[in-house]
């Protein structure tokens, strides 16, 4: 079946230490986005990709770094400068031009 | 600036007590309004696509409709499985970012 796979499902980490979180997508989607969801914060968007080896900034960059080297794969780094990384990360896809997401189940990183 | 605002932030209904919730967007040229729920811990899953003022679309329990301003989601007797976190999206005018609103937290209680 096609979907989007994050991984991990969980992650601990100390302070100080970069992560990169996993999203692949078997679904030939052109257009690929990182949210970082908090409570009550709705979902806001981190990077976003329309095509392989091009990304944009969302809202909220600063602190993360994105890599788009093929259509399937756009891993997130949450680097030791992001001041308050403890979220639930959802990766998504859709279809060129066609604005309806694919969600991933998520990853949630907790910071110690 | 485009902006997607919910209302109310949270809802708590009997089973069987219809109700709607809000989206109202700012959104110049819209380019589609897009309606998720998300259950506890898991990834939004879509429900509607609306794209002009009139149009109604329905799911089971919910019927979804547009005006020029603003989104209702209506919910027709529910039933405590319709308890999750209902999520409204819009295109950005100018880019190929996609906004959401913060939600509305449903809880059905039987």
């Known amino acids: 079946d096609g979907g989007i796979t994050q991984s991990p499902k969980y992650l601990f980490r100390k302070e100080g230490q970069n992560v990169t979180l996993s999203c692949e997508q078997n679904?030939?989607?052109?257009?690929m986005y990182w949210y970082r969801q908090d409570p009550g914060q709705g979902l806001r968007l981190i990077y976003y990709?329309?095509?392989?080896?091009?990304?944009q900034k969302g809202d909220i960059a600063e602190g993360y770094s994105v890599s788009r080297e093929k259509k399937e794969s756009f891993p997130l780094t949450v680097t030791s400068a992001q001041k308050n990384p403890t979220a639930f990360y959802l990766c998504?896809?859709?279809?060129?031009?066609?604005?309806?997401?694919?969600f991933g189940a998520g990853s949630r990183l907790t910071v110690l | 600036e485009d902006q997607v605002t919910q209302s109310p932030e949270a809802l708590r209904l009997q089973e069987g007590e219809s109700s709607s919730l809000n989206c109202s967007y700012t959104?110049?040229?819209?380019?589609?309004l897009f309606w998720y729920r998300q259950d506890p811990g898991k990834g939004p899953e879509f429900l509607f696509t609306?794209?002009?003022a009139g149009e109604e679309k329905e799911k089971e329990r919910l019927k979804a409709t547009l005006t020029k301003k603003e989104s209702f989601l209506h919910i027709t007797a529910p039933k405590p499985e319709d308890s999750a976190t209902y999520l409204c999206?819009?295109?950005?005018?100018?880019?190929?970012?996609?906004?959401f609103g913060k939600g509305t937290r449903l809880h059905i209680l039987p």
């Open positions: 998504a896809s859709a279809s060129s031009g066609a604005n309806v997401l694919t």
């Open positions: 679904l030939n989607h052109d257009a």
């Open positions: 990709s329309q095509i392989v080896n091009d990304f």
């Open positions: 959104v110049s040229g819209l380019r589609g």
């Open positions: 609306l794209y002009s």
């Open positions: 999206a819009v295109p950005a005018n100018r880019d190929d970012k996609i906004i």
